[in-house]
């Protein structure tokens, strides 16, 4: 009788074991597999591969929007460049200025409410989408747009480098179509807090309104420095001092270059005469951007001069450094206006001298008692 190997017939075992878990396993997963009744074919893509690869371009995908026909860069930016380098500032074709007369409070920038109103204007909607759309607009405006707006020109001196919004007019605007000077509210070289509407109304004024070294360098180029005013300006200036006057407005919204102005008041007081330390403002707040668009500050890198008659009005103003014929339109407007305050209190003296003459009439026609009587009364 054969004798088998028990380390053959065992290994036998182990192998139809093995055999036998693996086809339980096979079974097992072919269960778990989800079972697709259809078959998707294969999309070919050997012929649009050969076909970009003889053309080389791809072909057209079905139903796809037609594409857009690509804009040469080129011409594009060389447009682009021309028009910017072409920018020439025109004259002023509308009056600057704000509808209503100034007064003495407005555009303070101090918050008077109760704490029961500031309440009531948190909780209400409307002024919250209100403050949400001043604040959105002041968060999408660039921060270097001011800058990119500057322009250089060759040959110039570093005064006027920069660029000028408007051109001055020829001539002074109407004085019933000319708009009015906003009140501003500041600290002055000689009192911590003043208007300028009361210091503006009666008097002929030229008024600077800058931001910044470079802004108050273009005005010095129409009014001269305070120590030296204009030659064609100083004349009319010492011979009409208690008329003609000039005002200068640093508007600073930044609280700590405010801060560092107010800590060099000093010195700036003697950068400037005496009787001038009442007429340097230094304004803070009140400064809206509706106050800006009106009276055409659009750029504050850029310096402002206005010429005011006694009630306010911006009948001439000018932006950034001189240009030619804007200083001889400047002092013809001055002049003008000099003339009409002359005239103006002229009448106005007729006007008194008439009206006295009137009621010392009136008091002569009258019995004896009645005279006396009117006289103790008034």
Request: aromatic share 6%; glycine share 6%; with cysteine.
């Given at each position: 009788?054969?004798?088998?190997?028990?380390?053959?017939?065992?290994?036998?075992?182990l192998?139809?074991?093995?055999?036998?878990?693996?086809?339980?396993?096979?079974?097992?997963?072919?269960?778990?597999?989800?079972?697709?009744?259809?078959?998707?074919p294969?999309?070919?893509?050997?012929?649009?591969?050969?076909?970009?690869?003889?053309?080389?371009?791809?072909?057209?995908?079905?139903?796809?929007?037609?594409?857009?026909?690509?804009?040469?860069?080129?011409?594009?930016?060389?447009?682009?460049?021309?028009?910017?380098?072409?920018?020439?500032?025109?004259?002023?074709?509308?009056?600057?200025?704000?509808?209503?007369?100034?007064?003495?409070?407005?555009?303070?920038?101090?918050?008077?409410?109760?704490?029961?109103?500031?309440?009531?204007?948190?909780?209400?909607?409307?002024?919250?989408?209100e403050?949400?759309a001043?604040?959105?607009?002041?968060?999408?405006?660039?921060?270097?747009?001011?800058?990119?707006?500057?322009?250089y020109?060759?040959?110039?001196?570093?005064?006027s480098?920069?660029?000028?919004?408007?051109?001055?007019p020829?001539?002074?605007?109407?004085?019933?179509?000319?708009?009015?000077?906003?009140?501003?509210?500041?600290?002055?070289?000689?009192?911590?807090?003043r208007?300028t509407?009361?210091?503006?109304?009666?008097k002929?004024?030229?008024?600077?309104?800058?931001?910044?070294?470079?802004?108050?360098?273009?005005?010095?180029?129409?009014?001269?420095?305070?120590?030296?005013?204009?030659?064609?300006?100083?004349?009319?200036?010492?011979?009409?001092?208690?008329?003609?006057?000039?005002?200068?407005?640093?508007?600073?919204?930044?609280?700590?270059?405010?801060?560092?102005?107010?800590?060099?008041?000093?010195?700036?007081?003697?950068?400037?005469?005496?009787?001038?330390?009442e007429?340097?403002?230094?304004?803070?707040?009140?400064?809206?951007?509706?106050i800006?668009?009106?009276?055409?500050?659009?750029?504050?890198?850029?310096?402002?001069?206005?010429?005011?008659?006694?009630?306010?009005?911006?009948?001439?103003?000018?932006?950034?450094?001189?240009?030619?014929?804007e200083?001889?339109?400047?002092?013809?407007?001055?002049?003008?206006?000099?003339?009409?305050?002359?005239?103006?209190?002229?009448?106005?003296?007729?006007?008194?001298?008439?009206?006295?003459?009137?009621?010392?009439?009136?008091?002569?026609?009258?019995?004896?008692?009645?005279?006396?009587?009117?006289?103790?009364?008034?």
């Amino acid at each position: 009788m054969l004798q088998t190997n028990p380390l053959t017939f065992r290994s036998r075992l182990l192998l139809l074991q093995l055999r036998s878990q693996c086809q339980v396993a096979q079974q097992q997963l072919r269960s778990c597999r989800p079972v697709s009744t259809t078959s998707s074919p294969r999309p070919a893509k050997t012929r649009t591969l050969s076909r970009t690869l003889q053309t080389g371009t791809a072909p057209k995908a079905v139903g796809a929007p037609p594409a857009k026909p690509k804009l040469n860069k080129d011409i594009n930016s060389n447009t682009e460049k021309i028009s910017d380098n072409d920018h020439t500032p025109r004259p002023l074709s509308a009056p600057l200025g704000l509808p209503h007369p100034p007064k003495v409070g407005q555009n303070t920038g101090i918050d008077s409410r109760t704490w029961r109103q500031r309440r009531a204007d948190f909780l209400n909607y409307d002024k919250h989408l209100e403050r949400r759309a001043s604040l959105t607009k002041q968060v999408a405006k660039p921060y270097f747009r001011e800058w990119n707006n500057l322009q250089y020109s060759k040959g110039t001196t570093l005064l006027s480098v920069l660029r000028k919004t408007f051109l001055s007019p020829p001539t002074l605007i109407r004085a019933h179509k000319a708009l009015y000077f906003p009140n501003l509210h500041g600290s002055t070289l000689g009192s911590p807090s003043r208007d300028t509407t009361p210091l503006l109304r009666g008097k002929t004024s030229l008024v600077a309104l800058f931001s910044g070294t470079w802004a108050e360098h273009q005005t010095q180029t129409f009014f001269g420095s305070p120590l030296a005013p204009h030659p064609a300006l100083a004349p009319l200036l010492a011979e009409h001092m208690d008329i003609l006057q000039r005002v200068d407005v640093n508007l600073e919204d930044n609280f700590l270059k405010a801060s560092l102005i107010r800590l060099f008041m000093p010195s700036l007081r003697h950068k400037f005469p005496q009787a001038q330390h009442e007429r340097y403002f230094l304004v803070k707040r009140g400064m809206t951007d509706e106050i800006r668009d009106g009276i055409g500050m659009l750029n504050s890198k850029v310096g402002y001069v206005y010429l005011l008659d006694s009630e306010c009005r911006i009948r001439w103003a000018g932006s950034g450094p001189a240009g030619a014929g804007e200083m001889e339109s400047l002092v013809k407007g001055v002049g003008r206006l000099v003339g009409e305050w002359q005239q103006d209190a002229l009448r106005r003296e007729a006007r008194m001298v008439v009206e006295k003459g009137a009621d010392c009439r009136e008091r002569d026609s009258l019995p004896p008692e009645d005279s006396l009587r009117q006289v103790a009364t008034g």
